[in-house]
């Protein structure tokens, strides 16, 4: 019985380990799709680089001004600009009031559609971040930390 066991492990685990590989290749092929060719990690922080724009990914958080133009100076210029301008985001002691305007109907359905309709839309009153999250979700606390 618990070669069995062993067996069907080790099928999951070769599944599992497929799966993973799967999505990180789907990933890339989609990025690549969007136009961007290559990704750079600065101080914590994943930028998607294409050939004229750097655009931050701050998942689980979401923010306007995500994109930076791509000057004379390059590419990676562009990243330290771009993480400059977030600061305030990343630092931010997020104070998280959930949306219920309905100039705001645009984020709640993004919510909605990014989760199946169990997110709901927020926005910090201090640095007008964005966050998406449901009932098993925590919201970031201070930039894009959780604190447990």
Known sequence: ???????????????????????ADFEIAAKQALGFVRTVRYRDVSFDISRRF???DLAPLAFFHLVEHIGTDGAEMAVIRLYERLMPLLTCRHEWTKLRRVTDEHMRNLANDMSGGNSHSYLCKHCTAYAFGGPNTPLPVKGRLVVQ
């Open 54 to 56: 750097v655009i931050a």
């Open 1 to 23: 019985m618990t070669f069995i066991v062993r067996i069907m492990n080790e099928d999951l685990d070769k599944q599992l380990d497929h799966l993973e590989r799967t999505l």
